[in-house]
């Protein structure tokens, strides 16, 4: 599943001078092709972070909503999102989901599945150095306007999470609509960010800073990935 063209020595040599890196056409052009394709399709849901609770919501749960109970909601997302605590964006995640009959989502759990194979899972720690890799936890994510992930770190000391991933699946991301994965360093002050882009990979050790910053108004598109994390077998 993995593109067999990329040096993987070289990669890794990359990868280890910081923990980091974005590799382009990871898929081969056909798998990135029809994952495009396919993730438009997704029964996607709203996963936000109110009343200091992380929250999921279907679609037709938020449709319900009035417009003042949508504009207190809104207002509780940005109380938080001022303090630097908080995230809004749609998620398809995989461990609450059974695999479909339809073929092209069907497809889309097969690129995930592929991922936890013993093959993808030998290419990854050969990758990053790390020899405990042994499973994946993700999720599709799509980003539209007025979505975004705060600053934070996945270093959490009850999960098994070692390196976070997230494949891109956008094409024709323009930086000034936002959806930027921005790094910083341990005291906030920003790093670089690396923009959106199609059939690429950027993975970095979960010690790292970063965010998904707000995707503005004026956005003619949507911020789609496969996002999640190898883990500790």
């Not at 996963?47 to 909503?65: C, K, P, T, W, Y």
């Not at 509780?76 to 908080?86: E, N, R, Y």
């Not at 093959?119 to 936890?137: K, N, Q, S």
Request: glycine share 8%; with cysteine.
């Amino acid at each position: 599943m993995i593109n067999p063209n990329l040096d993987l020595d070289a990669l890794s040599q990359a990868y280890r001078s910081d923990d980091r890196i974005r590799i382009n056409n990871i898929f081969s052009d056909e798998i990135a092709q029809r994952l495009h394709a396919c993730v438009e399709e997704l029964p996607f849901d709203y996963i936000l972070h109110a009343d200091g609770q992380n929250r999921v919501l279907s679609e037709a749960q938020m449709a319900a909503f009035s417009a003042e109970e949508k504009r207190a909601m809104q207002a509780k997302l940005w109380q938080g999102a001022a303090q630097g605590i908080g995230f809004l964006y749609c998620g398809y995640m995989m461990n609450r989901r059974e695999r479909p009959a339809n073929r092209d989502l069907a497809f889309l759990h097969d690129v995930y599945e592929g991922l936890q194979q013993e093959d993808a899972l030998a290419w990854f720690r050969r990758l990053t150095g790390i020899g405990e890799l042994g499973g994946v936890e993700g999720q599709y994510t799509r980003y539209t306007p007025g979505q975004f992930l705060t600053r934070h770190s996945d270093n959490i000391a009850q999960e098994k999470r070692l390196v976070a991933f997230v494949f891109g699946l956008t094409k024709q991301w323009h930086p000034d609509w936002g959806g930027l994965l921005q790094f910083y360093q341990q005291d906030g002050t920003p790093r670089d960010a690396w923009l959106p882009e199609f059939n690429t990979l950027s993975i970095f050790d979960v010690r790292h800073v970063h965010s998904v910053s707000y995707v503005t108004p004026f956005a003619a598109g949507k911020r789609h990935s496969l996002t999640g994390w190898f883990i500790r077998s």
